[in-house]
């Protein structure tokens, strides 16, 4: 399934609800889409209004005031100059557009810009054309100083997993294995959560090599996890989806090299085992045999399992 595809702005408003879970929904609400006046002025972002008796202490809602004003980009998408200004715009308008003149101050509205990448243009152009400076606040996360309304970025791929594990899954880049694992553990805990099925069904449609590779692993798993593990493979359908990529993409070349890198460090790869490996098309069966060859204490020992699998 392309990127082009998948609705990206739930699924980021699912990601924020469990970043924020511990203030959400007592503390927080979230609007995933405002309606500013008349139908042709409801807009893609996301509204997350807050108390203003509670102080948040997440990093990345520190930032937050009463009215809260956000705009994700997808992977695949950006955040232009033009981009800065529209949600500007929106901001104003959401100041103005209410039943009581000056109900909403400047102060109690904040904006925030999510992106997997640092909008380099866009920082340059707020640097040199409006002469405003951008902090580096914490990993990740960068403030717009001199702003009239607080602003931040967020850049999705600068955010430490531990922390931010679930807005770090919106990406198909970064290194998520150890969030995934997290994700996948929660979402089992809590099978009736739709914010964790939601997440999941994005997961499990850009990540399934990733988690492929945590499954062919699972023999370091306990049972208990293996079992957990095996009913989200089987729930998403994980199996198929794997072997329908790796037709497309032909990832059994990939794992054949996995193979072949696992047993060179156990010993010298006689000729023979390597062709049979090289000439292996069956996704299942290379499968079978990566988690063979990370088991195996020798390639002696490998060549026995693998013979008494056929």
């Known amino acids: 399934m392309g990127s082009e595809k998948i609705q990206w702005h739930p699924v980021f408003a699912a990601a924020m609800k469990l970043e924020l879970k511990e203030y959400y929904p007592e503390i927080l609400e979230i609007e995933e889409e405002h309606q500013l006046s008349s139908k042709p002025l409801a807009v893609d972002i996301l509204v997350i209004k807050k108390r203003k008796d509670v102080t948040i202490l997440r990093n990345i809602a520190q930032i937050f005031v009463g009215h809260n004003i956000i705009e994700y980009k997808s992977p695949d998408d950006y955040i232009s100059i033009d981009d800065y200004y529209k949600v500007k715009a929106y901001a104003y308008l959401y100041k103005t557009l209410v039943d009581k003149v000056d109900s909403i101050k400047l102060q109690d509205i904040s904006i925030t810009l999510v992106s997997n990448n640092y909008p380099k243009a866009m920082t340059e152009h707020i640097k040199s054309k409006r002469h405003k400076n951008i902090v580096n606040h914490s990993k990740g996360i960068y403030y717009i100083e001199g702003e009239d309304i ?28 150890a969030e995934m694992l997290e994700v996948i553990d929660e979402s089992i805990k809590e099978p009736k959560n739709n914010l964790y099925e939601s997440l999941m069904n994005i997961i499990t449609t850009i990540h399934v090599s990733k988690i492929m590779e945590v499954y062919e692993m699972a023999y370091k798993l306990t049972d208990k996890d293996m079992e957990r593990l095996e009913s989200i493979m089987e729930k998403f359908n994980l199996k198929n989806k794997y072997l329908e990529e790796g037709m497309e993409k032909g990832i059994e070349k990939e794992k054949i090299e996995s193979i072949l890198e696992l047993l060179e460090e156990l010993s010298d790869i006689p000729y023979e085992l390597e062709q049979t490996i090289r000439n292996e098309k069956n996704i299942e069966t290379l499968r079978k045999w990566h988690k063979l060859a990370a088991k195996a204490s020798s390639i002696d020992e490998f060549i026995s399992r693998i013979n008494k699998e056929q």
């Open 150 to 177: 607080a602003t931040q970025i967020i850049v999705i791929d600068q955010l430490p997993g531990k922390v931010n594990r679930y807005i770090r899954l919106l990406t198909k880049r970064a290194n998520i294995k």
